[in-house]
């Protein structure tokens, strides 16, 4: 099973934009879909973004459809989150995050430790 690093979080004024990696380990990412969650303080994780094993599919959260791109590059074993017009609300630890299928799913169950966002106002 392949073992996830995340980078690139950080601190960003609102309407400015941050580009997430996440480097997996081994030669198989190329299986596996991978997607983005995220956890703010004193809430629940929630789903961000996800993308299929080829790249040929993607899902988003409603709150950020037309301002986050999810993209993979399977040569560089990397999934990248493009995250653009930041709000404050954006501000949270974002997880990469791996599942072994063919289609986009709803669950994952391979977790990178996260990466802190932070969105000032």
């Known amino acids: 099973q392949v073992q996830l690093v995340e980078s690139g979080g950080g601190l960003v004024q609102a309407g400015g934009s941050l580009r997430l990696s996440c480097a997996a380990s081994?030669?198989?990412?190329?299986?596996?879909?991978m997607g983005w969650f995220r956890q703010a303080p004193g809430k629940e994780r929630e789903f961000v973004a996800a993308?299929?094993?080829?790249?040929?599919?993607?899902r988003y959260a409603d709150s950020v459809k037309g301002r986050f791109t999810i993209s993979r590059d399977n040569a560089k074993n990397t999934v990248y989150l493009q995250m653009n017009s930041l709000k404050p609300e954006d501000t949270a630890v974002y997880y990469c995050?791996?599942?072994?299928?063919?289609?986009?799913?709803?669950?994952?169950?391979?977790w990178g430790q996260g990466t802190q966002v932070t969105v000032s106002s």
């Open positions: 995050a791996a599942r072994l299928t063919d289609y986009v799913p709803s669950a994952f169950d391979l």
């Open positions: 081994g030669r198989t990412f190329s299986s596996y879909a």
């Open positions: 993308i299929s094993r080829r790249g040929d599919g993607t």
